[in-house]
């Protein structure tokens, strides 16, 4: 979906050892804000520099709109992650990365499942 951008490599890989850590301790079953710090707690512990609810301005036509985009974290400055945890990863989750994506000028998206047996099967990697 895109192409690769290799100064992401490293840094998505991390993100998702991390994921898979945080997956096998808590395992799947809580809220999405639990995963949340957990993986901030991780990402941060691998001494990799997390970058939590940013406000993303939307412009439209010269105007700032109010509207309040977040993504969970920008991780490395490169890499946007959208955590989540819930039954069944929709279109609308991933259409969410890809607006983020875009809003940020960034190129790599991580969309993590946390709601899943196994965290693999939790995973999707997005990219403009």
């Known amino acids: 979906m895109g192409l690769t951008y290799p100064e992401s490599i490293p840094l998505t890989k ?5 994921a898979i850590e945080v997956h096998k301790y808590l395992g799947p ?3 999405e804000n639990a995963y949340d710090e957990a993986l901030n707690i ?3 512990e691998r001494r ?5 609810q940013r406000s ?7 105007h700032s709109i109010q509207a ?11 890499v946007i992650v959208e955590v989540k945890a819930v039954e069944k ?8 990365v890809l607006t983020y994506l875009k809003m940020t000028g960034l190129h790599v998206g991580l ?4 709601n899943v047996p196994a965290m693999t099967g939790g995973i999707s990697r997005i990219s403009l």
Not at 14 to 18: L, M, S, W
Not at 70 to 75: E, S, W
């Open 42 to 44: 991780e990402l941060t």
């Open 89 to 96: 990863v929709l279109a609308v989750h991933k259409s969410q």
């Open 14 to 18: 991390e993100v998702i050892g991390a």
């Open 29 to 31: 079953g809580l809220l």
């Open 111 to 114: 969309l993590l499942n946390f």
């Open 48 to 52: 990799l520099s997390v970058e939590r």
């Open 56 to 62: 993303i301005p939307l412009i439209y036509k010269s």
């Open 68 to 78: 309040v985009y977040r993504p969970d974290m920008i991780v490395g400055g490169l």
